[in-house]
């Protein structure tokens, strides 16, 4: 068994979560350079949005079911040595998404994750 969170985040703008809520997401730029789909654990969530999206408004929080991802998430060495989940070979879809809304920050600055209604 595997110590690895079973579930990820992706962070969105509003016109990339109106593109996931259509089926299916391809990518962020970045993401389409790198040939795979970024995800952040939830530790490392708050760090991936002050260093990648600050200044950013409109964001929004996915949560991934990366069991539903299967064979298509490979974890990968990135930021200070972390593993990170990465879905290579195709888009997220929207099927896999567990919860997802706007992105907020709790009283202690951390990024809130999204709660499945």
Partial sequence: MS???TT???V???GQMATLETGAFDGA???LADGYIHLSTAAQLTETVDKH?????????AAVDL???????????SRGGQ????????????????AYGPLTRADDGSVALPVAG
């Fill in 3 to 5: 110590d690895r969170p």
């Fill in 67 to 77: 069991g539903a991802l299967g064979d298509a998430v490979t974890w990968e060495e």
């Fill in 12 to 14: 969105l703008t509003a």
């Fill in 29 to 31: 730029p970045i993401d």
């Fill in 8 to 10: 990820a985040y992706k």
């Fill in 83 to 98: 593993l990170f989940p990465h879905l290579y070979g195709g888009p997220l879809l929207l099927e896999t998404v567990v």
């Fill in 53 to 61: 999206f600050a200044g950013q408004s409109d964001l929004h929080v």
